[in-house]
């Protein structure tokens, strides 16, 4: 039997420990060097996107703050409204005689009593001169920051051609009031919900 039992001079030793640094170094890049790089790209990447999001929801943050600001500054400067109980309309009707006071002349025509669960709502169509558009304003302002809710909308002006004429506006306006704490009467129209 022959065996593999040569010695190794000095050359082939030096050679075969090079070679075993070799391998050693070898496998270290590629089984911990290159899974740890690519674990620090991977993080590096989520950082940037974790830095993104958390900018753009730093930035919603500010302008939520910013709305809220704003809301209470537009909170401060406005009476609250509150919404009657059913049947107020003695209450609007004397609330837009006294609001249109500064109007030269008006015309209002209400156009019925809507029902949506407890939610009534009372439109009306109101048309009214005025001397000066900031009058016009201040009517506007009044009607919308009234103690009884109301929302306006379709709002048409005419301007005057020269100075001194009349300022003519006309609108579709709602008054909104509740069933709680209100007494069904005749003029209360079916529940459109039910």
Request: glycine content about 6%.
């Amino acid at each position: 039997m022959n065996t593999l039992t040569r010695d190794f001079n000095v050359t082939e030793r030096i050679l075969l420990g090079v070679l075993g640094i070799l391998l050693i170094a070898v496998a270290y890049y590629y089984l911990v060097h290159l899974a740890v790089a690519d674990d620090l790209a991977a993080a590096r990447a989520e950082r940037d996107n974790l830095q993104t999001e958390l900018s753009v929801v730093q930035a919603r943050v500010s302008q939520l703050d910013r709305m809220q600001a704003e809301m209470g500054s537009m909170d401060a400067g406005l009476a609250a409204s509150r919404m009657e109980s059913y049947n107020n309309s003695k209450a609007e009707i004397a609330l837009l005689n006294d609001i249109l006071t500064a109007a030269q002349q008006y015309s209002i025509s209400f156009s019925g009593v809507s029902r949506d669960g407890d939610q009534i709502r009372r439109s009306f169509q109101l048309s009214f001169t005025t001397d000066s558009f900031d009058s016009a304003e201040k009517i506007l302002s009044r009607l919308t920051s009234s103690a009884c809710r109301c929302l306006i909308g379709d709002v048409s002006c005419s301007f005057p051609s020269q100075e001194g004429q009349a300022v003519s506006l006309s609108l579709v306006a709602t008054f909104y009031e509740t069933m709680a704490g209100g007494t069904p009467d005749a003029g209360l129209p079916e529940d459109k919900a039910s």
